[in-house]
């Protein structure tokens, strides 16, 4: 499978203030790359996606910026809070999904109060 | 609860042993995923299938690994000859052809082998 980069692989952020994670892919088929939480012992909840074609999505506190031409995306965490703290991880899927999702190594977001 | 559920949730067993887990996607989701996650790391792909067939098989899935879905609902993951190497925590996802990659995750078994 193709890899996905993400960094960093811990943060520290205090709250109230921005959480910015970034990946960055090879594989040009990708097509759809979701962002999930992970808390410990649990499986990964989607939190938000995007599809190449629009440079950014929002819902809430959470933002997805995406770089085409870099291969580039990131997440932002807006008014980080403690229940915040887990870990996130990128991924990218292609096309029909056949494949499954090729996810990043996550990061550890801790959230000081 | 209509997420993907997952059976067990935790299972300890000895080398050599055989174990199969279960998953249960969400209702009228025909596509179904199995990943396996070691600690510190992300899932990994194993196999897929649309409805009851098996589409993708990873390069990780070894000769002791067998998955069905013989009815196109509920599946199974079987280890056979279980080695230490295989302790980590399995994952079940299921989405809806076409919705583009949508996967809904379970809460995962978590297998040690001692």
């Known amino acids: 499978q193709q890899q996905v980069k993400q960094s960093p692989q811990s943060l520290i952020v205090q709250k109230g203030g921005i959480s910015i994670i970034n990946c960055a892919y090879e594989?040009?088929?990708?097509?759809?790359f979701p962002w999930y939480q992970q808390f410990p012992g649990k499986g990964p909840a989607l939190l938000i996606a995007?599809?190449?074609?629009?440079s950014e999505k929002k819902e809430g506190r959470f933002t997805i910026s995406f770089n085409k031409s870099a291969k580039q995306f990131s997440l932002h965490i807006m008014d980080s809070q403690p229940g915040d703290s887990a870990t996130y991880f990128c991924?990218?899927?292609?096309?029909?999904?056949?494949?499954?999702?090729?996810f990043g190594k996550g990061t550890h977001l801790i959230i000081q109060p | 609860d209509t997420g993907v559920s997952q059976d067990p949730r935790h299972k300890i067993t000895k080398r050599g042993q055989n174990v199969t887990f279960r998953c249960d996607p969400i209702?009228?989701?025909?596509?179904l995923y199995w990943y396996r996650q070691t600690l510190g790391q992300g899932p990994e792909f194993l196999t897929y299938?649309?409805?009851?067939?098996?589409?993708?098989k990873s390069r990780l899935l070894s000769d002791r690994f067998s998955a069905e879905r013989p009815k196109g609902s509920f599946s199974t993951l079987e280890i056979q000859r279980t080695e230490q190497g295989d302790s980590a925590m399995y994952l079940c996802?299921?989405?809806?052809?076409?919705?583009?990659?949508?996967?809904?995750f379970g809460p995962g078994t978590r297998l040690l082998v001692l």
């Open positions: 209702s009228e989701h025909n596509r």
């Open positions: 995007i599809r190449p074609d629009v």
């Open positions: 299938f649309q409805n009851e067939a098996q589409l993708e």
């Open positions: 996802a299921s989405s809806i052809a076409g919705a583009g990659g949508t996967q809904y």
């Open positions: 991924a990218a899927i292609s096309g029909g999904g056949a494949d499954g999702l090729t």
């Open positions: 594989n040009t088929a990708f097509d759809y």
